[in-house]
């Protein structure tokens, strides 16, 4: 196959769907690996933003105003419906001032995102001895949060 026709968002999908099907057959287990690496792309994009490197703890990019930025995205299939976001470490130690999450549909188009404070994401999370991590679930009631800036119009724009 000729793979150099599809763009970005249609690479993506070709895998979601290889991934489901993989799954069908019981060669994996996983339907939610290159997630983490395209929202941050996708939101650094939407918003300005500079990502920084890979081994930075704590935060994954920086506006021009210098605030930093922890983006986690999850995708939902019909086998895992979870909102609850990767880890969130240190929350305590504040080591980023927005969370920008995305929650996808499972053709990975975009089902809604936002910007949450870290105050509100300490807020409404949980903390898990068993991961010493933060849990937050991104439901979409989150979005209805006063301090929360929904980010979805902006993220399907592009």
Known sequence: MDWSSLDNKGLLQ??????TELRQRG?????NNPVADYTEALVAKTLGLT???????GYDACDSNGLRYQIKGR???A???STQLSALRN??????DILAAVM???DLSIAYGALVPVEVVIDLGRYSQHSNSHIFMFRKSVLEHSQVTDITAALRSI
């Open 79 to 81: 086998q895992n419906s």
């Open 51 to 57: 990502l920084g490197s890979q081994s930075q703890a």
């Open 104 to 106: 996808y549909s499972e």
């Open 75 to 77: 995708r939902l299939t």
């Open 14 to 19: 070709a895998y979601c769907s290889l991934m």
């Open 27 to 31: 060669v994996t287990r996983s339907s």
């Open 91 to 96: 929350l305590g130690e504040k080591p980023f």
